[in-house]
């Protein structure tokens, strides 16, 4: 898949999972797409948050990887 493509459907992606995220005071934003792995930022109550590794490993990174088996190897995140 095209790159511009690819990261315009991860973020609308990550914009429809934003609101399951923000209903806890959480947020996260598309930093980029780089040799195959996105990169997120956690913000807000994300931050330090004990289930951080439960939001972006197995909701966020789970279903990019379903949504772009091809494209995407995993999720990481940034500060």
């Known amino acids: ?3 511009n493509t690819l990261e315009q459907k991860v973020k609308e992606i990550i914009a429809q999972l934003r609101m399951y ?3 806890d005071g959480g947020d996260m934003e598309f930093v980029a797409i780089r040799d195959r792995h996105v990169y997120i ?6 931050v330090g948050c004990g289930l951080t590794e439960l939001t972006y490993k197995e909701g966020i990174e789970s279903i990019l990887l379903e949504e772009f088996p091809y494209d995407i190897d ?3 995140l940034v500060m």
Not at 41 to 46: A, D, S
């Open 1 to 3: 898949m095209e790159k």
């Open 21 to 23: 995220v923000t209903q």
């Open 41 to 46: 930022r956690l913000l807000g109550n994300c």
């Open 74 to 76: 995993g999720v990481e």
